[in-house]
Nanobody, 120 residues
Framework: QVQLVESGGGLVQAGGSLRLSCAASGSIFSINDMGWYRQAPGKQRELVALITSGGSTNYADSVKGRFTISRDNAKNTVYLQMNSLKPEDTAVYYC??????????????WGQGTQVTVSS
């Protein structure tokens, strides 16, 4: 009953910027943490950025100072502003959310992923 829809991926030159958005919809009582993960070919999926319901954030060392995660609780939406992009940022980016439909049971939800390609 919870769906995550991502947008904003695409092709950009090194040094450029992209802004990813992920909107949660459906029967939602509450959303706890929201985050962005990425997976490059031949590599494991890694956490890029995380934001709690209270607004605390955490970033992978590789993106600190370049990426910013934020959320709009009224819209159940999480954003990832990516600046100074590098070719090594190329990956499929996945939105993630921990949500409850009733305030008691919780589940993890994933978006389908959006491709980000950074050319040199």
């Amino acid at each position: 009953q919870v769906q995550l829809v991502e947008s904003g991926g695409g092709l950009v030159q090194a040094g450029g910027s992209l802004r990813l958005s992920c909107a949660a919809s459906g029967s939602i009582f509450s959303i706890n943490d929201m985050g962005w993960y990425r997976q490059a070919p031949g590599k494991q999926r890694e956490l890029v950025a995380l934001i709690t319901s209270g607004g605390s954030t955490n970033y992978a060392d590789s993106v600190k100072g370049r990426f910013t995660i934020s959320r709009d609780n009224a819209k159940n939406t999480v954003y990832l502003q990516m600046n100074s992009l590098k070719p090594e940022d190329t990956a499929v980016y996945y939105c993630n959310a921990r949500a409850s439909r009733n305030g008691r049971s919780w589940a993890t939800y994933w978006g389908q992923g959006t491709q980000v390609t950074v050319s040199s």
